[in-house]
């Protein structure tokens, strides 16, 4: 069955899943007021770049294996993200990092400092918050694994 899956359907996957995962942590920020730390903001980002290699692919050519490949490296550096998150909530408060106030960075602070706050994260990321029971890095990662997997097998498919 998934020997007859076309590296076409496999890449469209992809772009579903990742614009799914997007519209996702939309709903999540405007419609439940759920605020993105710097950390989910850098997942985000990959998520978005694993799904834009997945549009490039149907634009150009599934068959190359470059596409794919770029992917599953945008899941392995999302997932690093999602990996960092999950430590940041192991740790007990007094080791938090002291949250920071990313719209005020972006204004006030010079660019390598809010980049520097957005890859190793803040205090913000250190909330626990729960979708059905489970952090959220949790599900972020899961989904990076998913889509990893999804990369693998259009990688895979020489149809």
Not at 111 to 135: E, I
């Amino acid at each position: 069955m998934i020997a007859s899956i076309t590296s076409e359907q496999w890449a469209m996957t992809i772009a579903l899943a990742c614009g799914g995962v997007l519209s996702g942590a939309l709903v999540m920020e405007h419609g439940f007021g759920m605020a993105p730390c710097p950390l989910c903001l850098m997942q985000r980002i990959w998520f978005f770049f694993a799904g834009a290699f997945a549009c490039a692919s149907l634009a150009h050519n599934p068959r190359w294996g470059i596409y794919p490949l770029m992917s599953l490296v945008c899941c392995l550096v999302g997932g690093g993200f999602a990996v960092r998150q999950l430590w940041l909530q192991s740790l007990p408060e007094d080791q938090v990092p002291a949250c920071t106030d990313l719209a005020r960075m972006f204004e006030v602070s010079p660019l390598g400092d809010v980049l520097v706050a957005m890859t190793q994260g803040t205090g913000d990321c250190a909330k626990v918050d729960l979708v059905l029971g489970v952090t959220l890095p949790l599900w972020t990662l899961l989904a990076f694994i998913g889509i990893a997997v999804l990369a693998i097998l259009q990688l895979r498919a020489r149809q």
